[in-house]
């Protein structure tokens, strides 16, 4: 059900439920660049280092951003709003069955919520209607309702849903701190070409490190650059590569419940 959370991201790991600690022995820039250089976590998720860094990153989603989000979400579907019942109707009448497609994804902090997008497949496969509907990007625009009421960002990271995020956190030791930002539905990684759900580990991995850039780097200047070159192929610049650690042998941050 929606609110469920990772539950090492709750009473286990109190990284995100008291963000105040000011015993850390290092700063988040610190940690951060320890982490670069040695090719190590230097946050593990559970000391004080970790609750600066998610602190840290979370101050950076500024009134603007949230403010724009609610906005700009409210403006897309005002206008799309016409589309939703002739959707509807084209799904009902060429594949039957429910309008959408629900599943369990992993939003900010690792809470969980049931994200709704139109429905494309029979049986797993790909309908004529639903490769339209993909192509075009229909198919997601039942995500700005979500970008509406909170849970999403028009820019963030990658949505995923709860399996293939546990998935990831067990093959990759820093995974968890992507969940300092919201999802998105344009994300750093998707305007780089690795916006497409994929199951080869080394193309999810490449999509958790894109990322991770961008929550490494978020501001309200790079949210609305995005925006930009999603909109108009205005160039982003930040930085490409990351010096992070291949395997992960701790799976404590990012586990389902619910």
Not at 56 to 83: C, G, H, N, W, Y
Not at 89 to 106: D, E, P
Not at 158 to 166: E, F, H, K, S
Request: glycine share 6%; aromatic share 10%; with cysteine.
């Amino acid at each position: 059900m929606d609110g469920a959370q990772f539950t090492g991201l709750s009473a286990q790991n109190p990284a995100f439920m008291n963000l105040s600690y000011k015993e850390s022995p290092m700063t988040v820039n610190e940690s951060i660049l320890m982490e670069s250089r040695s090719g190590q976590p230097a946050v593990s998720g559970d000391g004080p280092a970790s609750h600066l860094f998610f602190h840290e990153l979370v101050k950076r989603r500024s009134l603007a951003i949230r403010v724009s989000d609610r906005i700009l979400s409210f403006l897309a579907l005002t206008i799309t709003a016409p589309l939703f019942p002739l959707v509807a109707l084209a799904i009902k009448l060429t594949q039957g069955g429910s309008v959408f497609t629900v599943q369990k994804g992993v939003g900010y902090r690792g809470f969980t919520f049931h994200a709704y997008t139109f429905r494309t497949k029979v049986n797993n496969e790909l309908t004529p209607l639903g490769r339209m509907l993909r192509a075009t990007r229909i198919e997601y625009l039942p995500l700005f309702a979500h970008v509406l009421t909170g849970k999403m960002s028009l820019v963030g990271i990658t949505l995923r849903t709860n399996d293939t995020a546990n998935l990831l956190n067990n093959r990759i030791d820093w995974f968890y701190k992507c969940y300092a930002a919201k999802p998105g539905i344009v994300t750093w990684a998707s305007v780089n070409g690795y916006g497409f759900a994929t199951d080869e580990a080394a193309q999810q991995r490449k999509q958790a490190e894109l990322d991770l850039l961008y929550v490494m780097n978020q501001s309200t200047s790079m949210y609305f650059r995005i925006l930009l070159r999603t909109l108009f192929a205005v160039p982003v610049s930040i930085p490409t590569t990351l010096n992070l650690p291949v395997t992960n042998s701790d799976s404590r941050h990012l586990q389902l419940h619910g």
